[in-house]
């Protein structure tokens, strides 16, 4: 039991920075960015690939770096070409695929074996005890955390919001939706790809396959975070909804493999529908309160 709530802590901190990035293009922005899973792998490989040529630390931060050029990527083919968010996610999510190949030696996987990573860096100072890895994971959380609440109440942060609620509005007072888009995307690909490279430090090793579904799952643990998390609408509710979700996720992720009550095979598929129900169920409550309020305006004709 004790292995799965520290399991359950570590990747939910870890994975956590991927429901951030989705907070800021999704509910922010409200654009469907698909570059999530591509970017994730990037940021995995790089960090990997450094950290086996004995960079750990530089590794982290030039996969932050690609996280932002795959970021700036997919917001350049929407604001300069025209093409839609979701065609433009998936346009550069295709070519990640390569370029994570070239970045891993066009290996399908890459392994650290007794290379140093920035964990077992931190294990040799002692702190933490048996619990480095989620005490290492819950700062690096942390500090993103904070500093996504601090950048959304800057100006840029405040008129990245206000493009997402209003384009248009936005254009009209004199800021560019374009470049507030292209520095919206960027910087939320950076956490993706930083929580890919801790991730694939974390875990050693480095796979092509890594992200597929992380778009997916980083989804349904925001949703869940923001069902458990009641209260108004609020930047830090979100923020914290991040966390809270995913460590909720990987509890439940973890307790499945363990005990096998659904099989492995088909947790991607439960990850889907809990998706598509969170998404749904608001989606049909409201419908159903505007049906209630229009009876109840229609004249009694008896």
């Known amino acids: 039991m004790l292995h799965i709530v520290q399991t359950a802590l570590e990747l939910g901190c870890i994975y956590s920075l991927v429901a951030l990035a989705l907070f800021l293009s999704y509910r922010v922005l409200d654009i469907a960015d698909l570059t999530t899973d591509g970017c994730f792998v990037l940021g995995m490989a790089v960090s990997v690939s450094s950290a086996a040529a004995g960079h750990p630390f530089a590794g982290i931060l030039l996969a932050v770096l690609a ?66 890895a989620i005490v290492l994971s819950a700062l690096l959380a942390a500090l993103c955390m904070l500093f996504m609440r601090w950048f959304l109440t800057t100006r840029l942060g405040l008129s990245i919001r206000a493009t997402g609620d209003n384009a248009a509005m936005v254009s009209a007072s004199s800021i ?3 470049f507030m888009i292209t520095v919206g995307l960027t910087i939320a690909n950076c956490f993706t790809a930083l929580s890919g490279a801790i991730a694939g430090q974390l875990q050693k090793s480095a796979d092509i396959n890594a992200g597929t579904g992380i778009v997916t799952i980083g989804l349904a643990t925001l949703i869940i975070g923001e069902a458990v998390i009641k209260g108004r609408k609020s930047v830090n509710r979100n923020i914290l909804a991040c966390l809270v979700g995913n460590i909720i996720y990987r509890f439940i992720y973890a307790i499945v493999l363990q005990t096998r009550i659904i099989p492995v095979e088909g947790l991607k598929l439960m990850t889907a529908l809990i998706v598509a129900l969170a998404i749904a169920v608001p989606y049909m409550q409201e419908q159903r309160a505007s049906v209630k309020r229009a009876s109840a305006k229609e004249p009694d004709h008896a």
């Open 176 to 178: 560019n939706p374009k």
């Open 67 to 132: 996280g932002a050029c795959a970021g700036f990527v997919t917001a350049k083919l929407q604001t300069s070409f025209g093409v839609p968010s979701i065609l433009a996610g998936i346009v550069t999510n295709t070519g990640l695929y390569t370029i994570n190949l070239m970045a891993m030696g066009w290996s399908s996987n890459v392994s650290l074996l007794k290379d140093d990573t920035i964990f077992t860096l931190f294990k040799k100072t002692g702190i933490g005890g048996s619990w480095y």
